[in-house]
Every structure is written in C-alpha cells, then in structure tokens.
C-alpha cells in the first residue's frame, strides 16, 4: 500500500514546524544580533547533508504550570551525528527559542542518547550551550537530567573527546558540564559562564561585581583559566571546533589523524641556530621556536591567555600529532606557579588519554618562589606536573634549550620522569640549580670576603656551569641521548617521533593513581 500524499504531507508539516524552534520571529530576533540559532550552528559545524538528527520530534512531557498546553518543539534541543572533515562527530546544540534552551527530562534524555551512541561508535562529543539552565516547571526531574549528563560526561572522561562551545547563557549547576568535558570555547559578549551571578554574590557576600568581571570570555579565559579558547564570534567559535578535531583520534583507542609521509628526512632549518640571543639572561619567545618545529608552522595554542609561563597546544612534525608543551621565558621567565602546573598537567593528561605524543621544550629556572606560591600549594599543584609526565605512556620527547633547574627540570619530563628520547642544546645549562644560586650557597665565605664580591660571583658561577651544567656532562651520564645543533631539532623529533609510534607500555593494573588535586 503506496503512503497516501496527506501521509507525506503530515510528516513534512511536522518536520517542518519541529525544525523551526521556537518560531520564525524569535529566529530573525537572534540573527538580527549577530547571533546564529541553535540550528545555523549545527549546519555550520557539519560539512553539508551529513547530519542525521535524533529526536526531531521529541515533546515535553510536563503536566504542571500550564506546559500540557504547550508545544517545546525538538524539546528545545538539536542531538544527532554528522561529519567534520570526513570524519563522524557526535552534537548537540540548545535551542534558546524554546523555553531558553531550557534542560528538562526529554532534553536531557535526548543529549544523554546521543553521548551514548558517541561511546558505543567511539566519536567526539561536541556540546553547544545556550540555555537558561534546568527548567524550572519541570523541577527535580530537571536536576535529575543533569546528573545524568554529568555522569556521562564523567564515562566518556578519557574514551572520546568532549568539547563544549558557550554560545549563550550557561549558569548554576549547568556549568559544570562543560567543565567535565576536556576543551571549552566560549563566544565574546553573547556567552555568560558561572555559578552565582552578581546579584547572587551581592545578596550572600555583600561583594559587588559585574558579568564581565566574573562570568565573561575575557574573564575565564586570562583570570579562572577554565575555560581554553575564546571566539568573536559563533561562526568563529565552530571554526576552533574544527580546527580542533583535525588534531584528534575519534577516541582513546584510535591513533590521531597522523599525516605520515613516507620520506623521513626532515632536513635542516639553521634559522634555529639564531633563535636564542646571545645573553643568556635575555629573554625569547618559544612560541617562536614552536612555530619553526611544526610543520607548516601550524600550532594550535590551548589556554593562550591563561598562566602565559608554560606554552601547550597541539601541531604535527614530520606529520605525527603532537601536544607540545613548554616553558615561557617572556613571563615569569618561565618558572613554573600554581596555574603554569595545573595548565601543563591537565594538557598532558588529555594528550596521554588520546595517544598523542608528547613534546616537551625545556627552559626553566625553577618553581616560581614566593608566599603565595608557598601558601597557595605549590607543592601540590607542581606535583600535578611530575605526576602527569611520570603517570603518561605516550611517547615523550625532551628538548632542553637552555636553563633545566632541579626539580622543575623534573617536572618538565627529564629522563627519569620517563622521557623516551631527551635532547640537549649546546645552548643548555642543566643542574641541580642556578649557577648563582650555587655559588652562593657553597662559597659564601669566599665571596663575602672578595675584594669585589659580584666579580668573584661571576668568576665562581662561570666555573660552576662549565663543570656541573654542561649538556656533556649531562649526555655523558647517559640523561640526555644526544647535544645537537639547534638546527636539527625538527629533524631529531620527527625522527624520534616515528620510532616511538609503535611504543607500547605496560604498567601494574590499578583502579587509577591518585594525581595530587
Ligand atoms: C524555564 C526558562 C528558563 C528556565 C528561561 N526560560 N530560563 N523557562 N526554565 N530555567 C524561558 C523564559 O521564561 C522565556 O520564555 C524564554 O525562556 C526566554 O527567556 P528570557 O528571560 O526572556 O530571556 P533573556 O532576557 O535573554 O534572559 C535569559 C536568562 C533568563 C538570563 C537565561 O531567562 C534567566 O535568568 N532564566 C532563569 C535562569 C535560572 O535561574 N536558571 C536556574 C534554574 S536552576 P518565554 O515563553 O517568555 O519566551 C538550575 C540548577 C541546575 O539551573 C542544577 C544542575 C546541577
């Protein structure tokens, strides 16, 4: 029996009225502010015709407050999968036209569905927030769809990616989905991330504060580092989305999209002799050397706002996936604080879930000292660092270009924290600490009584680095495997890097370890 035409047309009708959200006026309401709907961003985030959306026809169940009445078309959310680059990527974006974008029972089942499928085929997660947080007519059953997110934010924690886009609203509890996921990007100006707002604060603390200060972009992108990429706009916001996954395995049992090419020579690049300059109290910008590593120069900085002394992000050398990682010299000259810890520790520990390598470019003079440092857990935080390389079982390259110093030295993956392949500039000066620190404490005497006492310091630490910070002293210990001409490092790593893409290691079965929180 052939489906009648009123058949087909009642399907398209509903189809039709499911897909316009909240209503042709509230749509042209949002894109008349720049901003694009719930359904615009979906469309912008897969490539054309690929999206197959799940629950286009789901409705609220709600008895109270007037809802029976009531239609929440798609129950004020978009769920399904499509593809990114020829790849498959599991979405949803919240509809703001229907009840805020508001998350009740059907909502929160419709996002949970979609987090399932992801798991079951093992493809990333991505999460558009825009929403006014748990729907209030809905009550409890609304804190329940919550918890039942969360909970799968926790399950897919280290099995697929998960990345959140704020496009809108994201307040209270509702915040702390993003928060389980691994990257969040957040939209200038249209995206409010917090848990108590202003009002809030005022009428509990007496403090008084704006959205700007607490809830912005700006504000957790450089101050509450919770967030890791800030967007101008929705459009740009996807784009990151993207650019992103281009770095990332569809999940923690897959490789990265390596672009592996079957010639190894890598060549020379001598503009990395000249990168350091001549004084070694000088400062540089190891982005600038990053950008000469990578091929292409494509490094795709992760947290640039935040703790600025310690650089991560992802690129490829010789066409294997990487997450560099390392020391700053223009800020605090590099030595590793509170934030600089928990930003290097958390990158390492997503690149280790998804098997991407590590690369990690030493030039640190230590752990930043001071009272609030003291007072604030240094101990704890840097421990997240040497818990975080000790802890990884992906490849691990070490490039010391210039300062190692004692325990930070440790925390930036040495040999013993389990690097695989340790490199050491010419330029490098490794030790248990500084040479003027050094001197200092063994030669007090001798110094306080120089003639001239800075000379004597001079003369002393001088000694000190070409007997106990040499790189050969270090290489010939055996903890660095090779002193190469700064030239050759993209080679060395690319080098490396393919050697080490068969490294498989076991360690003894446990539950989890107990990195330092
Ligand atoms: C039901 C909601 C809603 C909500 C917004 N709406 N939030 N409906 N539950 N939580 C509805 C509004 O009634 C309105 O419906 C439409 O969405 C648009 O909202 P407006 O207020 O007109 O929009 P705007 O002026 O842009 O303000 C956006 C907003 C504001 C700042 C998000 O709506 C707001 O403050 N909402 C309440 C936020 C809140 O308190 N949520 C906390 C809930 S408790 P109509 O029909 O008029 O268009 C919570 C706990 C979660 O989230 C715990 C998880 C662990």
Redesign the pocket.
């Known amino acids: 029996m052939a489906i009648s035409q009123e058949v087909l047309a009642e399907l398209a009708r509903r189809r039709a009225e499911a897909k316009a959200g ?1 209503g042709v006026e ?1 749509q042209e309401k949002r894109r008349a502010k720049g901003l694009m709907t719930a359904r615009d961003r979906i469309e912008t985030l897969f490539q054309p015709d690929s999206f197959q959306e799940f629950g286009l026809h789901a409705e609220h169940q709600t008895r109270h407050f007037g809802m029976e009445k009531k239609s929440l078309p798609t129950d004020g959310v978009i769920t399904g999968i499509g593809y990114v680059d020829d790849r498959p990527v599991a979405g949803f974006s919240q509809d ?2 229907v ?5 009740g029972k059907v909502h929160a089942g419709k996002i949970c569905d979609v987090m399932d499928y992801a798991m079951r085929c093992g493809m990333p997660i991505v999460g558009i927030n825009d ?8 009550g409890v059953e ?2 329940s769809g ?2 039942q997110v ?1 909970n799968r934010n926790v399950m897919a924690s280290g099995v697929v990616p998960q990345i959140a886009v704020i496009a ?2 994201c ?4 915040a ?1 989905s993003p928060a389980l996921m691994d990257f969040i990007i957040m939209v200038k100006g249209s995206a ?1 991330l917090f848990i108590c707002g202003p009002e809030v604060i005022r009428a509990a603390s007496g403090q008084v504060t704006s959205m700007a200060e607490i809830a912005s972009a700006e504000a957790h992108a450089s101050v509450s580092g919770n967030i890791h990429f800030v967007a101008e706009n929705d459009a740009e916001a996807l784009g990151i989305v993207k650019r992103l996954l281009s770095f990332l395995p569809g999940n923690n049992m897959a490789d990265p999209p390596h672009r592996l090419e079957a010639d190894l020579s890598v060549g020379e690049d001598p503009a990395l002799n000249d990168v350091l300059p001549a004084d070694k109290k000088m400062v540089f910008d190891v982005r600038d050397v990053i950008a000469r590593l990578a091929d292409g120069g494509d490094f795709m900085e992760v947290q640039a706002q935040f703790a600025r002394n310690m650089v991560v992000g992802f690129g490829r050398v010789g066409g294997v996936v990487v997450g560099f990682i390392a020391n700053q010299p223009m800020v605090k000259a590099g030595a590793i604080d509170i934030d600089a810890s928990d930003k290097g520790a958390r990158f390492i520990r997503f690149c280790n879930c998804f098997n991407i390598p590590l690369v990690t470019l030493v030039d640190v003079p230590g752990f930043l000292p001071g009272v609030n440092q003291e007072r604030g857990g240094i101990i704890r935080h840097g421990a997240k660092m040497l818990f975080a390389y000790g802890a990884s079982t992906v490849p691990k390259i070490t490039v010391i270009l210039r300062k190692a110093y004692g325990g930070s030295f440790l925390a930036m993956c040495s040999r013993d924290m389990g690097a695989d392949l340790v490199f050491a500039w010419p330029s490098a000066e490794i030790a248990v600490m500084g040479a003027e620190g050094a001197v200092n404490v063994l030669h007090r005497k001798t110094i306080k009584e120089a003639e001239n006492p800075a000379a004597m310091t001079a003369e002393l630490a001088a000694e000190y680095r070409e007997r106990f910070a040499s790189p050969y002293l270090s290489a010939g210990n055996l903890f660095v495997h090779d002193v190469i001409e700064p030239s050759r490092t993209r080679g060395a790593i690319a080098l490396g890097l393919r050697g080490l893409l068969s490294k498989r290691e076991l360690r003894p079965s446990k539950k989890h370890g107990n990195i330092p929180l």
């Open positions: 909240g509230r703001f036209t009840a805020g974008g508001s998350l929403s006014g947080g748990a729907r209030i007519q809905e609304s804190l919550y918890g969360f809108g609203p307040a209270g509890g509702a702390y409010e």
